[in-house]
C-alpha cells in the first residue's frame, strides 16, 4: 500500500485519492505566516510618526518605511514562485518565514534610517518567498473540491481582513508598548510556525523541466521594482505638493513617470522573451487562461480600491474624528467581522453555485460599502456611517478573495502552482501600487478644488474648520472612486469568467511528499 505522507503521483494516484492526513494542522501552521505577511503591509503604518521621531527620519524619507517593503516584495514575488516550485514549496517557506524573523528583528533594533530601510527591504525580500510558497502548499494539500473551498475561506479571510488587523495590532503597540515591537511581535510567532511546520508541512515541489529562467527573473523584478517605484513616487508627490499649497498633481513628475514608462517596458520585454524560451519563469498558458485571467485582472482592480479603503479611513479616524492610534485600530475591525462572516458563507457557496457568482456579488457588496463611506461628514457618528459602510466592504472582500484564490491555480497544475500563486500575489501588490497613486491624486485634486471654491466665494481657507472640510472632501472622493474600481472588478468577473462549480475539481497531478 502507498504511505499517503509520501505520495509522488501524476495522472492516477494522486493525493487527491488519498489525502495527507495531517492537512488541516499544515493549513493552521500556514495561516499564521501568510498573517504576518499580510499584517506587515500595514502594521507599521500607524507607527510612522513614532518611527520617524524616534530615529530622525525626515518627511521627505518617510515613505521609504512602506515603500523598501513593497518594492522588493512586489518586484520578487514572481521569482519567489518559481523558486518554491523548483526547490520545494516546504524549503522556501521555511527559508521565507526564517528570513523574515531575521529581518523583523534587525528592523526591531534599527539605530537610524538606513537600518530599518534595509530591513524592511529584506522583510519584503522574504515575504515575496513565503507568500506563492504558502498559496502553492495549499493547491497541492488541498485537492478535492469542498475541502479547499474551506482552505481558500481562511485564505480569504486573512487576505480581506488581514489589513485591518494590521493596523488595530499597530496601534496598540505604538501607544502601550513601543513602535519596535511591530516588527518584533513577528519573532516568537515565526519561529512557533517553523518548529510546527518542520514536522507537520509536507514538501512538494514541481515535477518535469525545473531549470531557472534567469533572464526572465531580472526583466520581471526590475520591471514591477519600477512599475511599483513610480506609482509610489506618483502619491507622496501629490501628497508633498498639497502640503506646499501647490496645485500640481504627481502626475507631473518626469522622474516618477519615467520609472513607470521602464517599468512597462521591461514588463513587455519580459513577456516577449517568455513566448520564446522553453523554460519560462511565468508560462503564458497561467495568465491566458480566460477564467485565471478574469481572476488576476480582477485582483488588481480590488487591490487598487481596497488600499483606499485603508488608508483614507484611518486618516478620516485619527486627523477628523481624532481617534487615538489604538482607537482607529479598533474603529477599523468591522471590515474584518464582515470578511470572517462571508468567507465561511463562500466556502459552502461556491462549490455549489462557481465562482463567478459569488465575485460579483463581493465586488457590488464591497463597492457599496464604500459608497456609504463616501458619505462621511465632519460630525458623522461611528455607528451611522463607518460602521455599516465597513461591514458591507468586508462582506463583499469576502466573497470575492475566496472564489478568486481558488479560480486563479485551480488548473494550474503541481508544475506551476508557485508561479500561479506568485501572480496572484503580484496583481493584488501591483494594484495596491496604482490604487494608492490614483486614489492619492484624486483625494488631492478634491482638496485642492475645495480650498480654491471656498478662497472665490469669499471664505477663509486659512480656517481649520474649512480645512477639515477639505480633508474630508478628499477621502470621500477617493472612496468614490475605490468604489467604481470594485464595480469595475465585478463586470470584469461577469463578462470574463465562465467557469461553473464543475470547473472546480481536484488537480490531477498534485505532488506531495515529506522530504
Not at 534595509?118 to 498559496?135: H, I, K
Not at 516618477?256 to 517596458?265: K, R
Request: glycine fraction near 12%; include cysteine; charge should be negative.
Amino acid at each position: 500500500m502507498t504511505d499517503p505522507m509520501s505520495t509522488r503521483a501524476s495522472g492516477a494516484g494522486h493525493v487527491g485519492e488519498e489525502p495527507y492526513p495531517r492537512r488541516w494542522l499544515a493549513l493552521a501552521v500556514i495561516a499564521v505566516t501568510v498573517l504576518l505577511v499580510i499584517l506587515d503591509a500595514t502594521i507599521v503604518n500607524i507607527a510612522l510618526p513614532a518611527v520617524s521621531a524616534d530615529l530622525q527620519i525626515s518627511a521627505a524619507s518617510q515613505q521609504w518605511i512602506v515603500t523598501a517593503y513593497t518594492l522588493t516584495f512586489g518586484g520578487f514575488l514572481l521569482l519567489g514562485g518559481r523558486i518554491a516550485d523548483f526547490w520545494g514549496r516546504k524549503r522556501t517557506y521555511l527559508v521565507g518565514a526564517g528570513g523574515f524573523a531575521v529581518a523583523s528583528a534587525l528592523g526591531g533594533i534599527a539605530q537610524n534610517e538606513a537600518m530599518l530601510f534595509g530591513a524592511r527591504a529584506l522583510q519584503g525580500a522574504f515575504g515575496a518567498l513565503l507568500a506563492p510558497a504558502s498559496l502553492a502548499l495549499l493547491t497541492v494539500l488541498f485537492t478535492d473540491a469542498r475541502e479547499r473551498a474551506k482552505a481558500f475561506a481562511v485564505y480569504g479571510a486573512i487576505a480581506g481582513g488581514g489589513s485591518a488587523v494590521g493596523l488595530l495590532l499597530g496601534g496598540v503597540l505604538t501607544e502601550y508598548a513601543d513602535w519596535r515591537w511591530c516588527f518584533w511581535v513577528n519573532l516568537p510567532v515565526a519561529i512557533v510556525a517553523i518548529v510546527a511546520a518542520i514536522p507537520i508541512v509536507p514538501e512538494s515541489r514541481a515535477p518535469g523541466d525545473t531549470s531557472y529562467d534567469i533572464p526572465g527573473a531580472v526583466l520581471v523584478t526590475a520591471g514591477i521594482a519600477s512599475f511599483v517605484y513610480g506609482f509610489t513616487q506618483v502619491a507622496e508627490k501629490s501628497q508633498e505638493n498639497a502640503a506646499a499649497g501647490s496645485t500640481d498633481s504627481g502626475w507631473t513628475d518626469p522622474a516618477a513617470l519615467a520609472f513607470i514608462v521602464v517599468g512597462v517596458v521591461l514588463v513587455a520585454a519580459f513577456v516577449v522573451l517568455e513566448l520564446r524560451i522553453r523554460n519560462p519563469l511565468l508560462p503564458m498558458r497561467i495568465i491566458l487562461d480566460r477564467n485565471r485571467g478574469g481572476a488576476y485582472l480582477t485582483s488588481t482592480l480590488v487591490g487598487a480600491g481596497l488600499i483606499g479603503a485603508f488608508f483614507f479611513l484611518s486618516l478620516y479616524f485619527q486627523q477628523v474624528l481624532e481617534y487615538k492610534p489604538v482607537h482607529a485600530g479598533i474603529a477599523s475591525l468591522p471590515v474584518t467581522l464582515g470578511v470572517l462572516v462571508s468567507a465561511g458563507a463562500a466556502s459552502a457557496l461556491v462549490v455549489k453555485v462557481g465562482p463567478k457568482p459569488l465575485m460579483v456579488l463581493g465586488g457590488l457588496l464591497a463597492a457599496s460599502g464604500l459608497f456609504v463611506l463616501s458619505f462621511l461628514a465632519v460630525d458623522s457618528g461611528f455607528w451611522s456611517l463607518a460602521f455599516p459602510g465597513q461591514v458591507l466592504l468586508g462582506l463583499g472582500l469576502g466573497f470575492t478573495f475566496v472564489p478568486l484564490s481558488n479560480l486563479a491555480l485551480v488548473g494550474a497544475g503541481a508544475h506551476d502552482a508557485g508561479a500561479a500563486s506568485a501572480v496572484l500575489n503580484a496583481t493584488q501588490q501591483v494594484g495596491a501600487s496604482i490604487g494608492t497613486a490614483l486614489l492619492a491624486t484624486l483625494s488631492v485634486g478634491a482638496i485642492t478644488d475645495y480650498m480654491t471654491d471656498v478662497a472665490t466665494s469669499g471664505g477663509d481657507p486659512q480656517d481649520p474648520a474649512v480645512a477639515l472640510q477639505a480633508q474630508v472632501e478628499g477621502y470621500t472622493t477617493a472612496f468614490t472612486w475605490a468604489a467604481a474600481l470594485l464595480v469595475l472588478g465585478a463586470l470584469v468577473s461577469a463578462v470574463l469568467i465562465k467557469a461553473t462549480k464543475e470547473d472546480l475539481p481536484a488537480d490531477s497531478d498534485a505532488v506531495v511528499h515529506v522530504g
